[in-house]
């Protein structure tokens, strides 16, 4: 598509890596642009004592309050917390799990959770917390920057000991809508997982973005074919490179070009 990136050899595939890591399931749906960020799913959680009864929803279990129960927080209702999941080894029970946001509420979510973890003491329990990204460089109008593009758009990674408590701290933040697992079970990302996450993110080589393939037209805006036009043949990620087809003398040249060379039309 014509806004698919291509990257370097070597560098994995974001679309291919996120199903691999991510045994996903079906997200919720996402607000309009430009509508305000929505509220978590929330609620008052039941004690398992107070006698309240068991409210089905489809993809996770909630108590409904009994008489005498506690009021509604201002956050709203809150789910009630999973079984217990079995953790990835790690000296001191911590591991690293996936959230799932709205799209575009990434960074803002880190805030949320970053404050949340301060305010209520979970430094213990809730550790990094990651929205991994990469630069990327762009051309436009001949000129050339450097932007953020987020590695995987509606994930928030979090590094945390799973239990209760922090489980509640994490899926009642506002704008998370659930954890990465099986059903209501968080699963943790295994140590190769995270490791090859962690690396990509300390790889700091920039990389071009992409905005045209196969068959795009483009417009040369440096060399010595500048304000020259013509089709793409193929592009070659691995040298950072492109081949066009240019009209010299009535026939059709191909010419090899920088990423950074080449503008779509």
Same mark, same amino acid.
């Given at each position: 598509?014509?806004?698919?990136?291509?990257?370097?050899?070597? !560098?994995?595939?974001?679309?291919?890596?996120?199903?691999?890591?991510?045994?996903? #399931?079906?997200?919720?749906?996402?607000?309009?642009?430009?509508s305000?960020?929505?509220?978590?799913?929330v609620?008052?959680?039941?004690?398992?004592?107070?006698?309240?009864a068991?409210?089905?929803e489809?993809g996770?279990?909630?108590?409904?309050?009994?008489?005498?129960?506690?009021?509604?927080?201002?956050?709203?209702?809150?789910?009630?917390?999973?079984?217990p999941?079995?953790?990835?080894?790690?000296?001191?029970g911590?591991?690293?799990?996936?959230?799932?946001?709205?799209?575009?509420?990434e960074?803002?979510?880190?805030?949320?959770?970053?404050?949340?973890?301060?305010?209520?003491?979970?430094?213990q329990k809730?550790?990094?917390?990651?929205?991994?990204?990469?630069?990327?460089?762009?051309?436009?109008?001949?000129?050339?920057?450097?932007?953020k593009?987020?590695?995987?758009?509606?994930y928030?990674?979090?590094?945390?000991?799973?239990? =209760? =408590?922090?489980?509640?701290?994490?899926?009642?933040?506002?704008?998370?809508?659930?954890?990465v697992?099986?059903?209501?079970?968080?699963?943790?990302?295994?140590d190769?997982?995270?490791?090859?996450?962690? +690396?990509q993110?300390?790889?700091?080589?920039?990389?071009?973005?992409?905005?045209?393939?196969?068959g795009?037209?483009?417009?040369?805006?440096s060399?010595?074919?500048?304000?020259?036009?013509?089709?793409?043949? #193929?592009?070659?990620?691995? !040298?950072?490179?492109? +081949?066009?087809?240019?009209?010299?003398?009535? +026939?059709?040249t191909?010419?090899?070009?920088d990423?950074?060379?080449?503008?779509?039309?």
């Open positions: 598509m014509a806004n698919e990136r291509n990257r370097s050899q070597g !560098k994995p595939d974001t679309a291919a890596l996120i199903q691999k890591l991510f045994r996903d #399931e079906p997200k919720e749906p996402q607000p309009a642009e430009g305000p960020e929505p509220a978590s799913s609620g008052v959680v039941t004690p398992p004592d107070t006698g309240g068991a409210v089905e489809p996770r279990a909630v108590l409904e309050p009994s008489a005498g129960a506690a009021p509604a927080t201002a956050e709203g209702v809150l789910e009630v917390p999973p079984a999941v079995d953790l990835a080894p790690a000296a001191d911590r591991a690293w799990f996936v959230i799932h946001t709205y799209s575009g509420y960074n803002k979510v880190r805030t949320n959770l970053e404050r949340r973890v301060a305010s209520m003491a979970m430094q809730i550790f990094r917390i990651l929205v991994p990204t990469e630069d990327e460089i762009e051309v436009k109008d001949g000129k050339r920057r450097i932007a593009k987020k590695v995987f758009p509606g928030v990674l979090v590094e945390m000991v799973m239990d =209760d =408590d922090s489980w509640y701290v994490v899926r009642n933040t506002p704008g998370v809508t659930g954890f697992g099986s059903g209501s079970k968080p699963l943790p990302l295994q190769k997982e995270i490791k090859s996450i962690l +690396r993110l300390v790889d700091e080589t920039p990389k071009f973005r992409i905005t045209y393939q196969k795009s037209s483009v417009r040369i805006n060399g010595p074919f500048m304000d020259f036009s013509g089709i793409v043949d #193929e592009i070659l990620p691995e !040298k950072e490179k492109v +081949r066009v087809l240019v009209s010299i003398f009535g +026939r059709e191909p010419v090899e070009l990423f950074a060379q080449v503008e779509k039309i």
